[in-house]
């Protein structure tokens, strides 16, 4: 069975500051990683993946994560973080050995970014 | 524009009374699924479909039904609503292929159940 941890409910950061939003998993094979962002009373929006390749993905709004097979994470980052980044950010998995067709979502971090 | 559209975004209903929300895509997408969100709890998959007519539970699938008779369509079906049932559902919708194309949500459907 796969699954995601978030372990953080919220993250509080200062309007300039890096942000941290960790995320680790646990799949049988390899695995498909994504973000997504939820804004208040909103459906979630897409904010990167990582297939293969590159550890360090990029995505929208500045957002960064980075793979690590190891530790089996896939935290997402941003240098500088804005006032509007303040949201409701899930990390998800997709099995690709078979089980791919199943998402799994953890349990979603709140991010609030503080002027 | 691409989206997926739910109906009905709000929803207040008694137990027992059957109900359908409807989901539906523009983008021509395979893979289509269904999720609840609680609180505490993230999202939960709870059906989902790779093609017409191809349907298989996800992790939470009792007491709902789906089907997929058309490729745009993906209805989620509370044949005897419960209140343990209250929630807020998102449907989604993706291209098909090996997994690693990202999900289009629609805006929600926020349901209770009395």
């Known amino acids: 069975a796969q699954s995601v941890a978030q372990p953080e409910d919220q993250v509080n950061v200062a309007e300039g500051n890096p942000l941290t939003v960790k995320c680790t998993y646990s799949?049988?094979?390899?695995?498909?990683l994504f973000w997504y962002v939820q804004y208040p009373n909103r459906g979630l929006q897409f904010l990167l993946k990582?297939?293969?390749?590159?550890?360090l993905v990029k995505g929208s709004y500045g957002f960064e994560a980075e793979f690590n097979k190891s530790q089996t994470s896939f935290h997402l980052k941003k240098p500088s973080a804005l006032v509007s980044d303040s949201a409701l950010y899930f990390c998800?998995?997709?099995?690709?050995?078979?089980?791919?067709?199943?998402?799994?979502f953890g349990t979603g971090t709140k991010l609030q970014v503080i002027p | 524009e691409a989206q997926v559209t739910q109906n009905p975004r709000y929803l207040i209903t008694v137990t027992g009374k059957k109900l359908t929300v409807t989901c539906s895509q523009n983008?021509?997408?395979?893979?289509m699924s269904w999720y609840r969100q609680d609180p505490g709890l993230g999202l939960r998959q709870i059906y989902y479909?790779?093609?017409?007519?191809?349907?298989d539970k996800g992790d939470v699938p009792e007491g709902y039904k789906v089907s997929r008779k058309e490729k745009r369509n993906f209805p989620l079906i509370l044949e005897s609503p419960s209140p343990n049932q209250t929630s807020l559902y998102f449907c989604?919708?993706?291209?098909?292929?090996?997994?690693?194309?990202?999900?289009?949500f629609g805006p929600g459907t926020r349901l209770t159940v009395t």
């Open positions: 989604a919708s993706s291209t098909g292929g090996q997994g690693h194309y990202e999900q289009y």
């Open positions: 799949v049988s094979g390899n695995p498909y």
């Open positions: 990582y297939i293969t390749g590159d550890n």
């Open positions: 998800a998995v997709r099995d690709r050995s078979g089980g791919y067709q199943k998402v799994t």
């Open positions: 983008m021509n997408h395979e893979y």
């Open positions: 479909s790779m093609n017409v007519e191809v349907t």
